[in-house]
């Protein structure tokens, strides 16, 4: 079981990039997702989920409104798009599953890809 986060880039501000987040050894779009992003010399932060059932979202604050949270159930992959990018969104970015449909419980993490934003 693996998840592969994909991705990332330099990008000025105010830019766009468009995350994703793909599994191997099962099936991504029966479980919930979550994005989450580690800056340098701060805790992880979580940013956004999705559940498998409804596909109801769930935002941080400090995204809200500019990044969005989808998934590609045929495809089986989620994907996050950011826009409105800020240099404080410079991170890497994690996506992450849990064990069944519902959010929460992060089981499986991908690696991570960079994201630079730059002013």
């Known amino acids: 079981v693996q998840l592969q986060a994909s991705g990332g880039g330099l990008v000025q501000a105010g830019g766009s990039l468009r995350l994703s987040c793909t599994a191997s050894?099962?099936?991504?779009?029966?479980?919930?997702v979550a994005w989450f992003r580690r800056a340098p010399g701060s805790e992880r932060e979580g940013l956004s989920c999705i559940s498998a059932r409804s596909d109801s979202t769930h935002y941080a604050e400090v995204v809200e409104g500019r990044f969005t949270i989808s998934r590609d159930r045929g495809q089986s992959s989620v994907h996050l798009q950011m826009n409105s990018l800020k240099p404080e969104d410079t991170a890497v970015y994690y996506c992450?599953?849990?064990?069944?449909?519902?959010?929460?419980?992060?089981?499986?993490w991908g690696q991570g890809t960079q994201v630079t934003v730059s002013s």
């Open positions: 050894g099962f099936t991504l779009h029966n479980y919930g």
């Open positions: 992450a599953s849990a064990r069944g449909p519902n959010i929460g419980n992060w089981h499986y």
